[in-house]
């Protein structure tokens, strides 16, 4: 008998599972056959013609050997699971990789013919290259009752993801690029936005006695499989608030993973004088087809000397631009900002790709920069004419 | 009549080390053999041939269908272990270890690295940039200052000259 552990593990793995009891017959194949050819009608019309399949994309990161981040090669597997997309198409999946610090990274995505990617532009499938949406620790077997092993995303928060896929950008989660530089800043670097439609996915792995999550209340009642200790859920909205997921055990039990809390809306709080203050400008005033425009604003709105935190920008198209009439994104404070301090940060022409050719529409666009969603900081505007 | 736990334990090391042989990677290998095993019990009622080294070259057929598969697809199959409802094992390291050492991965290793250096410096350098640096072939292609079809030939011999190499030393 072998030295290696998995090998007697396997065994008795295998000899604790069913064999498929017999050889199915003559006519239930054709029976099947026939059922197959139905299905898979069905499904064609249920979720439209996949799309065609495109370049890959390129990858944004280097595949450097000195870098601790850097993905390795062809240790890249897309799970097993597969969500469907509440809007047809492609399933989403999960694909994980080695980086070179050891660490196990995730993302997500489309599937098409086993590959993960994005629908591009040009309405194709590209597969994504290896990039890191979230890293883990060394994955070791879960206890058999696990319910929440390495999750990513939330059931009710967050801005979503683009609808498809997550670009292969590092830290795309929210499908921008944002930054915040100090004034002394030489080079201020791009939100890039989408304003398609976004997901809010939800995944994470189960101990092997995990057989499904249930989610009950608020209105909605599903149940979402569980496949090689993982689930997926996929939604073009919150998680109904009141509802509550169930982990489903193989024995019939039910134990509460998550619910979604009702939410409590907090006013947005319009003060004059911190508008005033906070005297928030975009330049250039006058733009081209595929400018940067940067926004600077003084830090003058809060109290405190210190801060982190966010601002919520909502940006507002010319009529009659289809994709750009309302882009929401957040600018992440990468760092503590002083009182006082300016600050700055891009937006170029939102597309869902580094590989896209987005442009602004002409007309006039409009801004309006939220302190955590809650502090008016004021408005910014600039032009495409 | 060949019981299959005692095919099992007659092939499933070998197995698993011919895998990591192929693929360089245990995780990798981990995953198409633990699909081969369990569709060759799925599939035990179907074996017609006779004793153990027949039952055994049936597994290896197997093993060399799920190979062909993923080499055509980029990835492992689960169907036969998704139909048992198994769980693929996990590797502890001292299991990596060992099996790194069975499968003689560092004198691999050490074989494609020399074989890699007797390469045309022209195959070399696509060969780093196709395979290690995952440029797509347009990429590729401009980085060399060749047309597209002269980057994918260069791959394409390069990687059949390192695969001549490796089969020689299997």
Known sequence: MSDLRVVSEFREELSRARR????????????????????????????????????????????????????????????????????????????????????TCIQIGRVVGGRLGVIGDDGKFHEAPLAALSCFGPQRPLPPDAT???????????????????????????????????????????????????????????????VAIEVRGGGVEERHPIVDGRYMIVRAAPQPPGSIAYAVFRDGRRERVWSARRKRTTPVTSDPAVIRRTAMRAAPA???????????????????????????????????????????????????????????????????THTDRAEWCRGRYSGRVLFRSRVDLGTFEFERR | VVEFETVYDACAERLLVYFTRRTLDPETALDLWAETLAQAYAGWRRFRGEGEDEAVAWVYAIAGNQWAGYLRRGYAERRALRRLGVERPELAPDD???????????ELR??????????????????????????????VAERLNVTEPAARARVS?????????????R
């Open chain 1, 20 to 103: 498929p009891r017999r050889r199915p017959t003559r006519r239930a194949l054709l029976v099947a056959a026939l059922l197959a050819v139905l299905g898979v009608g069905i499904a064609t019309a249920a979720t439209g013609d996949f799309p065609p399949i495109g370049d890959p994309l390129p990858s944004p990161v280097r595949q450097d050997a000195d870098q601790p981040y850097s993905p390795v090669t062809g240790t890249g597997r897309v799970a097993a699971i597969r969500a469907p997309d509440p809007g047809g198409g492609p399933p989403w999946s999960v694909r994980t990789h080695r980086i070179r610090r050891g660490l």
């Open chain 1, 148 to 210: 929440l092993g390495q999750t990513l995303g939330s059931p009710s928060e967050g801005p979503g993801i683009p609808f498809n896929g997550t670009p292969p950008r590092e830290y795309s989660q929210t499908g921008c690029e944002s930054f915040v530089s100090s004034g002394q800043s030489s080079s201020p670097l791009a939100v890039i936005c989408d304003d398609r439609p976004r997901r809010l996915v939800d995944t994470g792995t189960v101990g092997p006695n995990v």
């Open chain 1, 286 to 352: 006058v733009v081209g087809a595929r400018s940067l425009v940067t926004v600077t604003l003084r830090a003058r709105f809060y109290p405190k000397p210190k801060y982190g935190g966010w601002f919520r920008v909502t940006l507002s198209g010319p009529p009659g631009c289809r994709r750009q009439r309302r882009v929401e994104f957040e600018v992440l404070l990468d760092r503590m900002a002083r009182a006082g301090e300016t600050l700055s940060f891009g937006v170029r022409p939102p597309g869902l």
């Open chain 2, 96 to 106: 990596v270890e060992r099996l790194v050492e069975l499968a003689g991965l560092a």
């Open chain 2, 110 to 139: 050490s074989v494609v690295g020399a074989a890699l250096g007797d390469l045309p410096p022209e195959q070399q350098e696509a060969l780093r940039l196709r395979v290690v640096e995952e440029l797509p072939y347009a990429e």
């Open chain 2, 157 to 169: 011999r390069g990687l059949r000259r390192l695969s001549l190499t490796l089969e020689e030393a």
